[in-house]
Structure formats: structure tokens, C-alpha cells
């Protein structure tokens, strides 16, 4: 069994920057993509950001140049830095991963909330 466990959500003004962190334990094969999703009141889960296992990474059109993603591969753990937060990034954010055998999985979300 695997987890994914987020943390670095919180409340931030406008213009401001937060680091979320996800990092998968349990029993773990090898992780293909590792990704960053999000979800807005009243709107569907879209995808943010996404990393392979060999640093490729993709990201959705309202966040490039905002947002990088990362991960360290060593410790199962991908990274999202954002900075210059918008009161539209306000969302859950979650964390996937790909491992293999078992297929996507997802982590409990974090909260993310930019208003002044």
C-alpha cells in the first residue's frame, strides 16, 4: 500500500508565492509521472502541472511562468513552487503519482487560498 502525503497549502495575498510538497511512502516499485491537480468550488479537477520520471515536465496555460514543478526522485517526492499567486489559483490542490503495477494514485489535497 502507498501514500501520498501533501502539505504546504495555506492563505497568501495576491502576488505572493507558496512551495507545496508531496511525498510518497509505502511500498514503492519505481513512480512514472508525478503530477499537481486542482480543484475550484463548482469546477472540475484539472490538471496543473505534470513530471515524468525523466524530468519532462508539462504545465496548463494559466500557470506557465508562475509555476515549477519538481521532484526528487530519491525520496519519492514532487514539488510545487508558486509564485506570483492569483486569487484564481485559489483551489484544492492535490498530488498523483503513476507507480507502477498499481496505476494512479492520490494524495488527500491541500488547501490553497489567495485573497487580501
Known amino acids: 500500500q502507498v501514500r501520498l502525503v501533501e502539505s504546504g497549502g495555506g492563505l497568501v495575498q495576491p502576488g505572493g508565492s507558496l512551495r507545496l510538497s508531496c511525498a510518497a511512502s509505502?511500498?514503492?516499485?519505481?513512480?512514472?509521472?508525478m503530477g499537481w491537480h486542482r480543484q475550484a468550488p463548482g469546477k472540475e479537477r484539472e490538471l496543473v502541472a505534470i513530471i515524468s520520471s525523466g524530468g519532462s515536465t508539462n504545465y496548463v496555460d494559466s500557470v506557465k511562468g508562475r509555476f515549477t514543478i519538481s521532484r526528487v526522485s530519491a525520496s519519492n517526492t514532487v514539488y510545487l513552487q508558486m509564485n506570483s499567486l492569483k486569487p484564481e489559483d485559489t483551489a484544492v490542490y492535490y498530488c498523483?503519482?503513476?507507480?507502477?503495477?498499481?496505476?494512479?494514485?492520490w494524495g488527500q489535497g491541500t488547501q490553497v487560498t489567495v485573497s487580501s
Open positions: 509505502g511500498t514503492i516499485f519505481s513512480i512514472n509521472d
Open positions: 498523483s503519482a503513476v507507480f507502477v503495477v498499481i496505476g494512479r494514485q
